[in-house]
């Protein structure tokens, strides 16, 4: 077994006026090479966000184990997806089994993140630990405590953002549009927070229980500080109703807390991540691969971003006995 070796830290680098995406290509694809730390600056943090699904796709390529584990939940899907198209349809031609396979694919794609949840747990940790990021435990649950998780998720997910997208309803001839793209978004933010947390792992000596309330102890979610904001400034008989709405949002996300709260203060990085994930989504054939690659970038990504928070916390003697 081997760990992916670092790579030296990419030179900060100007954007030219002309050739910018060949410039930006370039600077993914040095991003991508190996484990390094995040970049100073927004525009080559998002940069660093948007490699790290290849770099996670990379990681599964060079280890023949991580592949074979990566693989299994996607064999799975995959195999449950061709015998429905196969003999569950009355389609005829390739087009139409395609059809039919990823119309199931599309239809049983949620089912993985609670079947698989704790083999994806194992294979965060197991990542992680080959990135030679040190030792940690796979945050492996008891099916009840994963139902319960999935469906606050669920629930948060559907009715979380309604407030807003009634509003955008209300904006003359545009209102279906600007509600869409609110939708695509939100449904794309918590794609990411899914992310970060099957990447979630226990640190050495850490209960599970430790390990869950230390995302449930960070800062209410940007949503449920908005609804607040709000109801603040309306009228008492409105202000009420969305007042409880948004401690009920903050209940339903409780699970989420930290991996929010880690997407606010890394914005920049966490835009990259997101716009990637979304092209990856979008691919067909690596979208059967798409949650083992995104778990493995994602596992790169926090385990980056914890060890620089880390240390900052430390004492400045520490960071520099540390560093030499």
């Known amino acids: 077994m081997s760990l992916l070796p670092p790579a030296p830290p990419v030179p900060l680098a100007n954007r030219p006026r002309r050739g910018v995406i060949r410039w930006a290509l370039q600077r993914i694809g040095e991003y991508a090479r190996g484990v390094q730390a995040p970049p100073a600056g927004n525009t080559e943090q998002a940069l660093y966000g948007l490699a790290q699904p290849i770099l996670g796709a990379r990681v599964l390529l060079a280890d023949s184990e991580l592949l074979k584990e990566a693989l299994y939940p996607a064999a799975m899907l995959a195999g449950a997806c061709a015998l429905y198209a196969s003999f569950g349809t009355e389609t005829h031609g390739h087009w139409g089994w395609l059809k039919s396979f990823y119309k199931a694919f599309a239809a049983l794609a949620p089912l993985p993140s609670f079947f698989f949840a704790n083999h994806y747990a194992r294979l965060a940790a197991m990542i992680r630990w080959r990135m030679g990021f040190g030792a940690c435990g796979p945050r492996e649950m008891p099916w009840r ?180």
């Open 145 to 324: 405590l994963l139902a319960g998780r999935m469906i606050r998720q669920a629930l948060i997910v559907a009715i979380g953002i309604a407030p807003l997208l009634l509003l955008a309803r209300l904006v003359p001839a545009i209102g279906d549009l600007v509600s869409t793209a609110i939708l695509g978004i939100w449904s794309l933010h918590w794609v990411v927070a899914d992310a970060f947390d099957d990447a979630q792992v226990r640190l050495p000596g850490e209960s599970l229980k430790e390990s869950l309330q230390r995302d449930r102890d960070a800062p209410e979610p940007w949503f449920v500080r908005l609804l607040r904001r709000g109801a603040a400034r309306l009228p008492r008989i409105l202000g009420g109703p969305i007042r409880l709405f948004a401690r009920l949002c903050d209940k339903l996300a409780l699970d989420s807390r930290g991996e929010i709260a880690l997407m606010e203060s890394n914005r920049a990085v966490s835009v990259g991540f997101s716009l990637s994930t979304a092209a990856l989504l979008a691919t067909p054939v690596l979208n059967l691969l798409f949650r083992p690659i995104i778990i493995a970038g994602s596992s790169h990504l926090l385990a980056q971003i914890e060890k620089d928070e880390e240390e900052r916390l430390l004492p400045p003697s520490r960071t520099v006995s540390s560093a030499g």
